[in-house]
């Protein structure tokens, strides 16, 4: 499987994530884990489309402006009992400043500072890539 994530930074420096409440969908399998907005491609769709569609899905932002590929990494969780391996592919993006409109498969979201990365457990190598969103920037 192939997953798009937006690391979304805000006018601070600060950075998106959101608390994963599996209880509430079906393929939830990191309940209570931080994580970034995105997820699995479908069958044909494009990055482009797909990182923008779980962008509006899970946070309810409609203009995403992708940037540039920040992160290529790999995890296997087990979604319903079954081992998945999983490709993420984590582009920087900006945004227009919309409100975040969580969806009900996530049930908080903060934005971060890299004196905050060791404050939460998350989902994947998300950890990895805030320090490199952090060390990075916008550059």
Request: net charge negative; charged share 30%.
């Amino acid at each position: 499987k192939i997953a798009m994530v937006a690391v979304l930074k805000n006018k601070d420096g600060k950075v998106l994530i959101i608390r994963e409440a599996s209880e509430n969908y079906e393929d939830g399998n990191s309940a209570g884990k931080w994580t970034m907005p995105g997820g699995r491609l479908g069958v044909g769709e494009s990055w482009e489309k797909g990182i923008k569609r779980e962008a509006l899905e899970e946070i309810g932002m409609k203009d995403l402006q992708l940037l540039k590929p920040l992160y290529v990494g790999e995890w296997i969780p087990v979604i319903q009992a079954i081992r998945t391996q999983i490709i993420g592919i984590f582009y920087l993006c900006s945004y227009s400043g919309e409100e975040i409109k969580l969806s009900n498969e996530h049930d908080l979201y903060k934005w971060i500072g890299p004196e905050e990365i060791d404050k939460y457990d998350y989902a994947g190598p998300q950890k990895e890539v805030l320090e490199k969103a952090f060390k990075l920037g916008d550059k």
